[in-house]
């Protein structure tokens, strides 16, 4: 810990145990709901404001991978193991539709205000309905999809697979552009902005893609590969783990290439999650060794907020309004935390 660290506690709200490997944690977009998939299939839905149960999802067998709210709350999807996607009601709970997508589901994601759903399934990107339904399969990737994000907007879809990065438009089946590089993308987050598509990689490394020029800034020095990355709201900066320090990537300007990052102290072990406020300046990490805190990089590099888990924290996200955080880990816990 850095000196003169203040020692403020996160105050808990409120706490749950669904027991299981808490593998994401999403609030509706109200923000009245919390799901809370576990990494051997079920898919907990919490009353956000005090984590009482509403529902249990089966999800998928042997495990539910991804899960994304659709913009109006009503309806889950889900993607797992099983190569299948899924459509639920969340006030009933009711399953309305499982399709097979030929493929271990990385990840699903709704597109921004539209019932349409982007999938990636082994090595293609899909666009299902709001009913599951095929609307179109993209061009194949040279390996399989990792991971995928809409741009500002919806107007366009991101993958990272071997090979870099690949761009898509909803209306043409092949990419608008190829981000390459010669190495394995596991995790992208493309920029508020639009500038920039940010990879997580397998080597130890970032990458920065110039969406505009297709210019490709890596930068490298992490202890482990790159699985957390989270831009704030305004496009500057990218958070990033891979290591027991969270390293902060100043993107104004010209950009982070060349630029000494900052450097946050905080976790006696790896950095596992991180999550910037929706619309405020406030980042969280939470850390192999337990430990959750809150920093605003912009202002100082000292820890504003503390508190300790009894396990790995395994995911964090902030409430719609940024009044809240919650935090998962791998015991099985789901604590809401109150925004000091």
């Not at 997508?101 to 990385?106: M, T």
């Not at 399989?144 to 870099?164: C, H, K, M, Q, W």
């Amino acid at each position: 810990m850095t000196a003169g660290t203040p020692t403020v506690p996160l105050a808990r709200r409120a706490s749950a145990e669904p027991g299981g490997w808490v593998s994401e944690l999403l609030f509706s977009p109200d923000g009245q709901y919390l799901a809370a998939p576990t990494a051997d299939g079920p898919v907990h839905i919490l009353y956000s404001a005090g984590l009482a149960a509403h529902t249990v999802l089966d999800g998928h067998f042997p495990g539910t991978t991804t899960t994304s709210w659709r913009h109006d709350g009503e309806r889950l999807a889900t993607g797992g193991q099983d190569g299948g996607v899924a459509i639920w009601e969340v006030a009933t709970g009711r399953l309305l539709s499982r399709v097979p997508c030929g493929g271990w589901v990385a990840r699903v994601a709704w597109k921004p205000g539209e019932d349409l759903l982007a999938v990636a399934a082994g090595r293609f990107l899909q666009l299902r309905d709001g009913d599951g339904g095929l609307v179109r399969t993209f061009a194949q990737h040279p390996s399989t999809v990792s991971d995928l994000a809409f741009g500002p907007g919806g107007r366009e879809i991101a993958t990272a697979a071997y090979n870099g990065v690949l761009r898509f438009s909803p209306e043409r089946e092949s990419p608008v552009q190829i981000l390459d590089w010669k190495g394995s993308s596991l995790v992208l987050a493309w920029s508020p902005t639009g500038k920039y598509i940010a990879t997580g990689d397998q080597d130890a490394t970032v990458h920065f893609f110039y969406v505009g020029s297709g210019k490709n800034s890596m930068m490298s020095g992490y202890p482990f590969k790159v699985l957390e990355l989270s831009w704030d709201h305004r496009g500057r900066f990218l958070a990033t783990g891979g290591g027991p320090e969270v390293i902060v990537w100043d993107c104004a300007g010209k950009g982070p290439e060349g630029s000494t990052p900052i450097v946050l102290q905080g976790h006696e072990e790896r950095a596992t999650a991180v999550a910037f406020q929706r619309r405020g300046s406030i980042l969280a990490s939470g850390g192999a060794d337990g430990v959750v805190a809150l920093w605003d990089p912009a202002r100082t590099e000292q820890v504003l907020a503390l508190a300790t888990l009894g396990s790995r924290v395994t995911s964090l996200a902030w409430s719609p309004d940024d009044a809240f955080l919650a935090a998962g880990t791998e015991n099985g816990e789901v604590v809401l935390f109150e925004k000091p």
